[in-house]
């Protein structure tokens, strides 16, 4: 009996330590896209290049425009345009970080605003992975819609 409870008592522990370390790595995803965003509104390409490779992808799909567009660009490129005097706001209304094994994606609906204007609103979509036991943002591939702004808040 004594080794039964032993036993159990060793497995909830071991189950506890489980979730602490998902909530622990999750948080630590959310920080990096909270940083990604951060960049972005201070223009801060310092702080763009720790949180993501400059080799990895950007995809867009442009649903205001009909037919839809698809474009992509390098991290690297965005460097350039931090140097704009446009200002660049966006508001994330939840995300979601599933993580596996080095891997994570976050689910981020959002509104994004030029100079203080709505512009348009959309999901992104972030990959990263984790190097030196540091999340590092690998893809971005985000919407551009112009309708379903609503929904998208309170999904």
Known sequence: MKKLFFILTLTICFDCFSQ??????K????????????????????LLKEVAFMEGQIWTVN??????RHRMRFFKDDLKTFQSKNSYHEEA??????????????????????????SHCGVDVFTLIKKDDAWKIINISYTIDNEGCDELKIN
């Open 20 to 25: 602490e370390n998902e909530k622990t790595e």
């Open 93 to 118: 209304f939840s995300m979601d970080v599933k993580i596996h094994e080095g891997m994570a994606m976050a689910w981020v609906p959002y509104e994004f605003r030029l100079n203080g204007e709505f």
């Open 63 to 68: 649903n205001a425009v009909s037919p839809a």
């Open 27 to 46: 948080a630590a995803v959310e920080s990096v896209v909270n940083q990604f965003f951060e960049s972005l509104e201070k223009q801060d390409t310092v």
